[in-house]
């Protein structure tokens, strides 16, 4: 067996060298130079399709104590329509089906988008309802957005949308 | 045989290794390799546990002071096991496409291969893990990418991405991340890479020492060179903007921000199917398996212990005869090496000169017989003062090429499938000399066939060419399909030596001491 370790060392250090180098780079770029994100993400189910019926005490009475509910209510839910605009242009948009067999399930809303920082004005408007005709939930707020910065818009029944 | 052209580029790549290394050749030694860089990993992360603290809050902070406080001790070992889990995917690699080049997956051997692209995922994602425990900004932007992979996948109720941003899952998930790197994720590997070697035998998990000692001082000095640092704390009101990435574990989240994660979930798992079925895709080669031939075997479980794929078991006898054991060959596993043949004793070419040679376990493709009857027209077609036999194999240097008047090829499955008698055999019915090629010395298509017959003819394992031939007459020269210069080199150096023992009349003609000859049983 010859060795020549002057050869040798010459593989190790390409070897490492390779390793060391590709460990960090070349560097990725995830989001351009002077951008900001912002995600628009919540879960919400929208409202039933048709209107809950009051159950009578009555018929409230009939049931097995178990199965009494003061409301009783078709299982279909309506699709959540949501939009972002920026400054008076639509920035994101969507509209989610509810998930499952009967349409009854949450649906989940996860958007996102790289703009430029600085000072913005945005306004999201939100439908949930298939009964009602525009827009049943609204919220404008003007936001100065950092370089790098991750505003995180989430909504709630109780506060309605929240810029984090 | 013309071969594929990533053959050739992995046969000058080992060229160039074993000009530097000789027998430490990494090349030979990638999978040893990649265990002994698990190894360093696993010393390293135990060093690296001690000091870690474990939660959303403490976990950066005990890592910087690891890195700038300790740098001498723990830094060191940080920058360790990160480096030593790059070099082990390096290896992986390199390994995967040597096993490919070399064509080692195909027909019994798709095992090794199927098994071990699981591994290429375990280690992968054992690798991810590792970095969220950082949790910098590059441990967020791997949580976050990872989040959208899983968000996409049917399996999770809810959005685990707005649950990152939202803050909600983040301490328990990291407690869930921490226990499958320290203990989950290791534990599975190791069962997976028990799985992967199991259908081999002999299988060796520790590198030449040298290799080892060369490769650990590598990997301190690039420690050294390069400590191992983080990114900014993570802070998820900010979206990460340059990231220094490790490519040889965080690849694929760069394509998030051009892909969906649908599309991303298509390609891994396309390439991972490919890569599986790869071992059932042409070219195949067809071979029927070993086949045991109990009248011509008395158990003595030298094929047993040769085969390198472990196809074949013992069992007690059960035709009656008078031994205790006798072997079975399972044709699931057998890689139709041949190799048996070399090993079994009643593959001798003496026995029953005038009748049809039968062995104690045979290939139904190449069976002794034929071998003989082989052996024997060449050496009937042989004419010149020095005349020559070699025998090679189908996957080193085509020795028909060596073909001349005085010079005859045959070619055998393997160089190990060669019985010590036979070269006996070729000596004593008219050839001047009998050289041996087959793969490239220190590896071996079928794993150990070289280094059996090398064995052999040492007179170090069964069974062994006997003692009174004449060693000056066998030479023993492996090499690639690229290796014709090498081949004949040896060749007309070996022819030389004929020339001269011939010359000097020392021992002329009596390949064989005469008072031990005879025919043998
Ligand atoms: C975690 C990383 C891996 C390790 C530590 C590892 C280790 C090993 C070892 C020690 C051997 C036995 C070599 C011998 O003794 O001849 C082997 C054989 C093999 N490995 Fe791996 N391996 C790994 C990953 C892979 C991957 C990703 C593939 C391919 C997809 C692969 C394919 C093979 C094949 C085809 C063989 C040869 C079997 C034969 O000669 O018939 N391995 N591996
Ligand atoms: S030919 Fe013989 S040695 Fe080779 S794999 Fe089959 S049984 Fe094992
Ligand atoms: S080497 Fe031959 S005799 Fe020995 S167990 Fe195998 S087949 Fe039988």
């Given at each position: 067996m010859y060795k020549r370790y002057p050869l040798q060392f010459l593989n190790y250090l390409i070897f490492m060298s390779l390793v060391g180098y590709f460990s960090t780079a070349p560097a990725y770029r995830h989001l351009p130079e002077g951008q900001a994100m912002v995600v628009l993400a919540f879960s919400h189910a929208g409202q039933h399709v048709e209107p809950c019926r009051i159950v009578s005490p009555e018929e409230q009475a009939k049931l097995p104590p178990n199965m009494r509910r003061p409301t009783e209510c078709a299982r279909a839910r309506s699709p959540v329509k949501v939009e972002l605009l920026m400054d008076g242009q639509s920035l994101l948009s969507t509209v989610a089906q509810p998930p499952g067999l009967f349409g009854d399930g949450g649906v989940d809303v996860f958007l996102d988008a790289i703009v430029p920082a600085g000072k913005h004005r945005f306004s999201i408007r939100m439908n949930d309802s298939v009964r009602v005709k525009g827009y049943n939930y609204t919220h404008e707020q003007t936001v100065q957005l950092e370089p790098a910065q991750l505003l995180f818009i989430d909504f709630n029944t109780e506060d309605g949308f929240v810029f984090k | 045989m013309q071969s594929a052209p990533i053959k050739r580029v992995y046969l000058t790549l080992e060229n160039w290794f074993n000009y530097s290394f000789?027998?430490?050749?990494p090349l030979y030694h990638l999978g040893t390799l990649t265990f002994f860089f698990f190894w360093v990993v696993l010393v390293s992360g135990i060093y690296l546990f001690l000091f870690f603290h474990g939660s959303l809050d403490g976990a950066y902070a005990s890592v910087e002071r690891m890195t700038h406080e300790q740098w001498y001790a723990a830094g060191i070992m940080r920058s360790l096991h990160r480096y030593a889990s790059d070099a082990a995917i390096g290896c992986i690699l390199l390994h995967m496409f040597r096993e490919f080049a070399l064509d080692r997956h195909h027909g019994a051997r798709w095992y090794s291969w199927f098994t071990g692209v699981p591994l290429l995922w375990m280690v992968v994602t054992l690798g991810i893990t590792g970095y969220w425990l950082v949790w910098d900004m590059l441990a967020q932007y791997i949580a976050i990418g990872s989040a959208h992979l899983m968000d996409s996948l049917p399996i999770f109720f809810g959005s685990m991405t707005r649950n990152f941003l939202d803050g909600a899952l983040s301490d328990r998930f990291f407690i869930l991340i921490e226990f499958l790197h320290l203990l989950g994720q290791p534990m599975l590997l190791v069962f997976a890479l028990w799985f992967h070697v199991r259908r081999l035998s002999n299988v060796n998990i520790n590198p030449p020492r040298g290799l080892a000692i060369g490769s650990l001082l590598a990997l301190l000095a690039l420690s050294i060179v390069k400590p191992a640092t983080s990114h900014a704390p993570a802070d998820l009101t900010v979206v990460p903007e340059v990231l220094n990435l490790d490519w040889f574990y965080l690849n694929i989240y760069p394509l998030l921000d051009y892909w969906s994660a649908g599309q991303i979930w298509m390609l891994t798992i396309g390439i991972t199917l490919l890569l599986m079925i790869l071992p059932w895709l042409p070219p195949k080669k067809a071979g029927a398996a070993a086949v045991v031939d109990l009248d011509n075997c008395d158990g003595c479980k030298q094929c047993f212990e040769d085969c390198p794929f472990d196809a074949i078991s013992v069992q007690a006898r059960t035709d009656g005869a008078p031994h205790e054991h006798e072997v079975v060959v399972d044709p699931a596993l057998c890689a139709v090496c041949g190799i048996c043949v070399g090993s079994c004793h009643s593959s001798n070419p003496f026995r029953k000169a005038q009748k049809e040679l039968r062995t104690g376990i045979d290939m139904p493709q190449l069976p002794v017989n034929k071998v003989r009857t082989m052996t024997d027209s060449a050496l009937a077609a042989l004419r010149g003062d020095v005349k020559i036999l070699v025998y090679g194999c189908e996957?080193?240097?085509?020795?028909?090429?060596?073909?001349r008047n005085d010079t005859v090829g045959l070619t055998l499955f393997c160089s190990g499938m060669v019985p010590p008698s036979f070269i006996e055999y070729a000596l004593r019915k008219g050839a001047d000399g009998v050289m041996i090629a087959g793969c490239r010395h220190a590896d071996c298509y079928f794993r150990f066939g070289n280094r059996w017959m090398e064995k052999r003819l040492k007179g170090e394992r069964d069974p062994v060419l006997r003692t009174?031939?004449?060693?000056?007459r066998i030479t023993v020269q492996g090499g690639a399909e690229t290796d014709r210069n090498i081949i004949e080199q040896a060749l007309n150096k070996f022819r030389e030596e004929l020339i001269t023992i011939g010359e000097t009349g020392d021992n002329a003609g009596r390949k064989v001491s005469k008072a031990e000859g005879g025919s043998h049983v």
């Open positions: - | 000789g027998s430490w050749n996957h080193g240097f085509d020795v028909t090429r060596l073909n009174k031939v004449d060693r000056r």
